[in-house]
């Protein structure tokens, strides 16, 4: 336990010390919550709700940074292999399976605090939180996705050498993923070609459960959600697991 701590304070102090970083992160979610929701507020109503567009937005835009944060959480693991530190770690008297874990921890962490700025700062621009046990929902959920997507990265930084290159990967992967997830429409209103992938995106799920923490309404059962994440988390953990152990320093 002691080498999970380790690494995950490592993640989270270097997280805390970039205030660059910090900043940088929060300027996409920000773009759609003033630019997307205040534009469309006015003129866009979700059927079945009776919400604006805003209160809408916002769970969508809470689960996008943090499907972001954790996602690129992974290429600490290649700046680690270039730079020497991830060598070192691998040859001491520890389980990969530990440094596995405190790096997916450590992302997690990292990837909800940014979520909590967001939900934070949504809080000045019109949102009502439910009730403070529909905020632990959320929290829940955004920790579900932080492990999910930062085990996801993980396991493909472990099969590569370059930075550059894991960017475009990610992103090319990422952005379906987020547009595919109803963070920025509601599911029920999709064509019928497009609702099986949208079901089957993991990310729909995380999305309806912090909707359904923040404002009590959700598109999908919430209990549904919670099990395909958890499922979808220990699928993700246990494949970032292997392909760590088969990586070389």
């Not at 010390?17 to 996409?28: E, F, N, Q, V």
């Not at 990310?203 to 919430?222: A, C, F, H, K, N």
Request: hydrophobic share 55%; with cysteine; aromatic share 12%.
């Amino acid at each position: 336990m002691d080498i999970i701590y380790t690494i995950w304070l490592r993640s989270v102090k270097r997280y805390l010390r970039s205030k660059s970083r910090i900043i940088g992160t929060l300027g996409m979610p920000l773009f759609f919550l003033l630019f997307l929701g205040f534009g469309l507020n006015s003129i866009v109503s979700i059927p079945g709700t009776g919400e604006g567009y805003t209160a809408f937005l916002v769970p969508g835009i809470v689960a996008m940074s943090v499907l972001f944060t954790s996602v690129f959480a992974g290429i600490q693991i290649i700046w680690d292999k270039q730079f020497g530190f991830l060598k070192e770690t691998l040859v001491a008297p520890v389980s990969r399976m530990e440094i596995m874990l405190g790096q997916t921890l450590g992302g997690a962490t990292t990837a909800c605090i940014q979520g909590v700025i967001i939900l934070v700062l949504s809080l000045f621009i019109g949102l009502t939180l439910s009730s403070a046990a529909g905020f632990l929902i959320a929290l829940c959920f955004m920790a579900l996705i932080g492990i999910s997507f930062t085990a996801f990265g993980i396991a493909i930084a472990s099969r590569m050498e370059d930075m550059h290159g894991f960017q475009l990967v990610m992103n090319f992967v990422v952005f379906p993923i987020f547009g595919l997830s109803g963070a920025l429409f509601p599911i029920s209103s999709l064509p019928s070609w497009l609702a099986p992938l949208t079901m089957a995106d993991p990310l729909t799920y995380g999305v309806e459960g912090i909707r359904y923490g923040l404002s009590g309404t959700s598109q999908i059962d919430p209990l549904l959600c919670g099990g395909v994440l958890i499922a979808f988390a220990a699928a993700t953990a246990l494949a970032g697991a292997f392909l760590f152990r088969k990586m070389s320093a």
